[in-house]
């Protein structure tokens, strides 16, 4: 017997992470969304994963590019992270967000604490959402701490 959805959203509160918006760039401009469900899937080579809901307006979008980029938010970026997750605030999410391009083309928010920028490489459909595997081209770090999310709101690591 399978577990209700409820109950899945209940246990799955309990895993904290950390928190990304992914970014690519389309013949309109750039788009992009926030995301926790990310995860490093290979050293050799560098390959990403990150899944992103068939239904967001972005999930055709990265197919369609055929790169991303991975911005890893800082504990001062819970601002950017509600902006990219809202759908209302879809036409303004870029504006005033200093950005760069990345070596693939996709957009590198520069305040985040780390960009990943890569190329597609794979994309499975599990279920409600696409499964995006993207092999590493470039890697941005910047100085700061990062923004975590835990049952349902954001959290900040004590000690840093």
Not at 13 to 30: D, L, Y
Request: negative net charge.
């Amino acid at each position: 017997m399978a577990v209700d959805q409820e109950q899945f959203k209940k246990a799955l509160a309990t895993w904290a992470s950390g928190v990304t918006v992914v970014t690519t760039e389309t013949g309109s401009g750039p788009v992009g969304l926030t995301a926790s469900a990310f995860s490093s899937v290979s050293a050799e080579p560098p390959l990403v994963l990150v899944c992103v809901n068939q239904s967001s307006e972005s999930c055709d979008c990265i197919e369609e590019a055929g790169f991303f980029a991975v911005n890893i938010l800082s504990t001062e970026q819970q601002d950017v992270s509600n902006k990219f997750a809202s759908r209302k605030l879809k036409e303004t999410r870029f504006q005033d967000l200093p950005m760069s391009t990345g070596v693939t083309g996709a957009p590198l928010l520069d305040e985040s604490l780390t960009s990943i920028d890569c190329t597609l490489v794979n994309t499975v459909v599990m279920g409600t959402h696409k499964v995006f595997f993207g092999e590493v081209q470039q890697v941005v770090n910047r100085e700061g701490n990062p923004l975590m999310y835990y049952r349902g709101g954001y959290r900040e690591i004590a000690g840093l």
